[in-house]
């Protein structure tokens, strides 16, 4: 308060109290004295509320209790209005009593009714006193104190994931007043210590952390929370994930052919995975079909199948399960199909051949090779009776590799008159049984060639392709003979090297037609004079013409000799692998037998020192092969008796037919038509 001086206007006197007012102030009396006279004025004050307060009715609240809170505004002037809400949320309030307004002001009382629950703990209940003339606005807050037992929050991680070999931690999410005294953690009814172990810690927040994680880890935990109001329990499952196991895989599976089977990969992963399974089938890289379009996949939890439909012999093999569920190493197992069906003996013309010597010195061996699965067994028969097991002669030997299968009869000492026959060689399954025919023959003159035909063709030049014949047992030659129709004379051209089965016929005339024969020859002459093997007509393309296509090969007039009765007009080339599929296989048969004489170059073999190794460069064996340069013991020694010839004498001392002890049939006839270069080596023996 300031009292200021006594001013004069006149005759008017004046004097200012100037006031800093206050809710003390509202409503009092002022008043001013002159002499005598005097005015009075009452003074009215606006004011906020000097005080908010709230009250309530309980201090230590547990969840359902029921809290009354009243807000007083002790005075004010003019009059305010009080409010309600709870963390932002407007409160339903009654009117209360109010107490006495100090300073002649107004006075205001409102209450809430509250159902406190753990939720509501930490909150502020806030009670705002406004006044809309002073535009001024007073609050108080009470802070909601509510005890209860551990509870665990809606963010609790209930599910945790790790890798085995990895770490971990199992979180802790939960709520309590007081704050929990113990956290407890259970695996499988055992208590981890919670001073902690060598693998695994609690946190002081609660949480578990584990580390060197494996797969035994994986399971239920079970959290026990504890304060002074009571206690809460979670579990956290956690899951380990580990690289897959093949646990079981059927190996061999086997299944007849034309049947369906499933091979079936087990493992133990975790996770599963849908799409986890995969198969090959593993093979050389040059097979041609690898592929598994005509098997279908199938997985189902922990088990992938690959089912086979009409099962062929072409599909069996090794096949390799693949598993990757996302946590490495993949993992792979092997299993191989094993497709049963019977015996396929190889059959590699319609009447095999081998020759042998009969003179009681020589031995003999027949090939017989079938195909099957189980394992076949063989039998022999000769001329359609079994052979006697108690002979010492016949000696059986067979080997199995995979789905191939071999039997070896070895025939010691041939007699002409005991073992030239038809032998028989079954092969017997569970499935079933076949067989072929092999005719052991005397040493002899080759057999004509089968299947000529031509594979290319210019004006001036044509490739020929064959299949040779039984060779008589000896090397043999090919030699090509060919005339120009309607031109006198025949033209000879011997094939080399001796052992292929195609050539390529030069010095031709275009536009010409010719006739070509194909002639097999050996020591002992050729395939006859009336069985010249196997003719063509053709015709040579003109210089202007296409050659080499496929229409010129159609065009030709293919033609068999009159002797063979067959057709051939295939006019692609053809590789000799694919025509000797038998041949091709017999060569590279694994066990290892005493070389024959085809397998022995002649400068090495007994007999033939001397003579050049490019002279005789004869073709392997074609056919079985035959033990017919040495005795029974394995040792090489004179097949026939001894005859001193020279190397091209083409007759035979006459003192030497007198020996009855002969080991070919009289084949006279042949000495005449051998040319003085067709007996590359020195012949021992004698000729009845």
């Excluded at 004509?448 to 060779?471: N, R």
């Excluded at 047992?473 to 090919?478: E, V």
Aim: with cysteine; aromatic share 8%; net charge negative.
């Amino acid at each position: 308060m300031r009292l200021g001086s006594v001013e004069k206007s006149g005759s008017t006197f004046s004097r200012e109290l100037v006031l800093i007012t206050g809710p003390s102030d509202n409503k009092a009396q002022f008043t001013c004295k002159d002499g005598q006279l005097s005015a009075s004025t009452h003074l009215v004050v606006q004011f906020p509320p000097t005080n908010v307060t709230i009250l309530a009715n309980a201090s230590a609240l547990r969840p359902g209790d029921a809290l009354n809170l009243t807000c007083f505004s002790i005075s004010s002037n003019p009059p305010v209005n009080l409010t309600w809400d709870k963390e932002g949320e407007r409160l339903e309030d009654v009117a209360a009593l109010p107490q006495r307004a100090p300073f002649k002001g107004f006075a205001a009382a409102r209450s809430v009714l509250l159902l406190v629950s753990s939720r509501d703990h930490g909150h502020r209940v806030t009670c705002r006193a406004h006044s809309p003339q002073l535009r001024e606005t007073l609050s108080a807050f009470y802070r909601l104190n509510v005890l209860y037992p551990p509870e665990f929050l809606g963010e609790q991680v209930l599910v945790v994931t790790a890798v085995e070999q990895g770490e971990v931690l199992l979180p802790v999410s939960v709520s309590a007043n007081p704050a929990p005294d113990a956290f407890n953690w259970t695996f499988r009814g055992y208590r981890l210590s919670p001073a902690g172990g060598p693998r695994h810690r609690i946190l002081p927040d609660g949480a578990l952390r584990l580390w060197n994680v494996t797969r035994a880890d994986d399971g239920l935990y079970q959290l026990h929370c504890q304060n002074s109001e009571g206690t809460a329990e979670a579990l956290v499952r956690l899951h380990v994930h580990y690289a897959p196991t093949i646990r079981a895989l059927q190996d061999p599976t086997e299944v007849n052919v034309g049947g369906s089977v499933d091979i079936v990969c087990t493992v133990d992963a975790n996770p599963i995975l849908p799409g986890m399974f995969n198969w090959e089938r593993l093979g050389e890289e040059e097979e041609e079909d690898q592929s598994l379009d005509d098997m279908e996949k199938i997985s189902k939890g922990s088990t992938g199948r690959l089912r086979v439909h009409h099962a062929t012999v072409a599909q069996a093999g090794a096949y390799q399960c693949i598993v990757d569920n996302g946590v490495a190493p993949p993992a792979r197992g092997l299993v191989r199909l094993v497709v049963r069906y019977a015996p396929q003996v190889e059959h590699p013309t319609p009447l095999t051949k081998v020759a042998a010597a009969g003179d009681s010195t020589s031995s003999a061996t027949l090939h017989c090779r079938a195909r099957g699965v189980p394992n076949v067994v063989f039998t022999w028969t000769k001329n359609g009776l079994p052979l006697d097991p108690e002979d010492p002669r016949y000696t059986e030997h067979t080997y199995h590799q995979g789905g191939v299968h071999s039997s070896l009869l070895t025939i010691a000492n041939v007699s002409a008159a005991q073992d030239y026959a038809l032998f028989t060689c079954t092969a017997t399954n569970p499935l079933g049984s076949d067989h072929t025919n092999i005719q052991l023959v005397s040493i002899g003159r080759p057999d004509p060639p089968s299947g000529l035909k031509v594979v290319s063709m210019t004006p001036h030049s044509m490739g020929l392709e064959w299949k040779p014949g039984f060779d008589g047992g000896l090397p043999q030659r090919f030699r090509i003979r060919y005339e120009a129709l309607g031109t006198p004379g025949f033209l000879y051209v011997d094939v080399l090297p001796p052992q292929a089965t195609t050539f390529t016929l030069t010095g031709l005339q275009p536009s010409t037609q010719y006739r070509v024969w194909l002639l097999a020859s050996n020591a002992l002459g050729d395939s006859g004079l009336v069985d010249k093997g196997t003719q063509l007509l053709i015709m040579t393309p003109g210089i202007s013409e296409k050659t080499g296509s496929e229409e010129d090969r159609v065009r030709n007039d293919y033609e068999e000799s009159q002797w063979t009765g067959d057709r051939d007009t295939r006019s692609s080339t053809v590789s000799t692998t694919d025509l000797e599929p038998y041949y091709h296989s017999m060569r590279d048969f694994s066990p290892r037998l005493p070389p024959t004489l085809e397998e022995v170059p002649y400068s090495q073999a007994p007999g033939f020192a001397g003579l050049a190794d490019e002279d005789m460069a004869f073709p392997r064996h074609l056919y079985d092969e035959v033990e017919r340069t040495y005795a029974p013991s394995g040792t090489w020694g004179p097949l026939y008796d001894e005859v001193q010839m020279s190397p091209y004498d083409l007759y035979w001392p006459e003192n030497k037919y007198e020996d009855s002890r002969g080991i070919y049939d009289q084949v006279a006839g042949d000495v005449d038509t051998v040319e003085s270069d067709s007996l590359p080596f020195e012949l021992r023996g004698h000729l009845v």
